[in-house]
């Protein structure tokens, strides 16, 4: 069974930083493609980052690249999202999500329950 964990949300002032985790387990987690997706409130889903494990190749939307980095660690099983420079609109819960396809085009299988990242003074 597929199962996507996140943790290490919370309150942050604008200006800092959040690592965000995802623990995942139920699948070949080195070769997998997966990625980050967020929510703010009032809004639709926003893919943010995607990491593909089988050439390790790493993508980002515009409004976070140079301020968030997406990183995994294979021993672990876990998938990272370092949020550095929080602005106010980084404010959402945050979804850690698989591809069905290790090179990331078959869409997202499996999502996490979500982690909310709040960021205000």
């Known amino acids: 069974e597929v199962q996507l964990t996140e943790s290490g949300g919370g309150l942050v002032q604008p200006g800092g930083s959040l690592r965000l985790s995802c623990a995942a387990s139920g699948f070949t987690f080195s070769n997998a493609a997966m990625g980050w997706v967020r929510q703010a409130p009032g809004k639709g889903l926003e893919w943010v980052s995607s990491?593909?494990?089988?050439?390790?190749?790493?993508y980002y939307t515009d409004s976070v690249k140079g301020r968030f980095t997406i990183t995994t660690d294979n021993a672990k099983n876990t998938m990272y999202l370092q949020m550095n420079s929080l602005k106010s609109e980084d404010t959402a819960v945050y979804y850690c999500v698989k591809d069905r396809a290790v090179n990331g085009i078959g869409g997202f299988d499996y999502w996490g329950q979500g982690t909310q990242v709040t960021v205000s003074s």
């Open positions: 990491f593909y494990g089988y050439s390790t190749n790493t």
